[in-house]
């Protein structure tokens, strides 16, 4: 499984994910769970993991990152500086993430697609910092994002209903971006049509 490394520029939180996910693969993931030696595992054993899974995390790390770990020996040490240095779990990291959610806005250009990616980067750094995101809120702050020439759909979302799940929100926006897109092809194919037959027509107008 191939992830990019982290430079300290791009989102910690998703790097973070898809790193635990390498070291689950590797076989790894026990050195960065426990913190001491398993009561099944021999010392030697233990030792060679704890050092497998230091260089399999260095490995992902651009060099301007590894610096500041470089004497790290423990997965778990390693694991908590890097969180330390770049998940920003201060007062004005937070703020500053909450601000971003709710001010979300979604531009009649972006598809659904791009919006909803730009929404669960924020809703996951939230997350990653410790703050909790009620389900129905995550929803309610979604639908409130798009763009104005999603009203009616928002509107009809909601009728006669007191709470509303996410998966359900991405599902209809999903469904709603295809059928938008094939009447796109649809118009566009009709449109080349009338064109080639105006054509035509002035073709034959002239002639006669």
Not at 10 to 16: A, C, D, G, H, R
Not at 48 to 57: D, E, K, N, P
Not at 108 to 126: A, G, P, Y
Not at 179 to 197: F, I, P, Y
């Amino acid at each position: 499984m191939e992830i990019n490394r982290f430079d300290g520029k791009s989102n910690f939180s998703l790097w973070q994910a898809r790193m635990k996910d390498v070291l689950t693969q590797l076989r790894l993931i026990d050195a960065l769970i426990y913190e001491e030696m398993p009561d099944t595992m021999e010392e030697r054993a233990w030792r060679r993991l704890q050092m497998q899974a230091v260089s399999t995390i260095r490995l992902y790390l651009a060099d301007d990152v590894v610096i500041h770990v470089l004497n790290e020996t423990s997965p778990t040490v390693l694991w908590e500086k890097l969180e330390e240095l770049y998940m920003g779990k201060s007062l004005t990291n937070t703020l500053l993430l909450w601000r971003q959610f709710y001010q979300l806005r979604m531009t009649e250009e972006q598809s659904v697609q791009e919006h909803l990616s730009n929404f669960q980067r924020i809703l996951t750094d939230l997350l990653s910092v410790g703050e909790k995101v009620e389900v129905k809120t995550r929803a309610l702050i979604l639908l409130s994002s798009l763009s104005h020439s999603f009203e009616s759909l928002v509107t009809a979302l909601l009728v006669g209903k007191s709470t509303i799940k996410m998966e359900e929100v991405i599902s209809v926006l999903l469904q709603n971006e295809i059928l938008r897109r094939e009447n796109q092809a649809s118009s566009s194919g009709e449109n080349s049509a009338l064109t080639v037959s105006g054509a035509g027509d002035r073709r034959r107008c002239n002639r006669g």
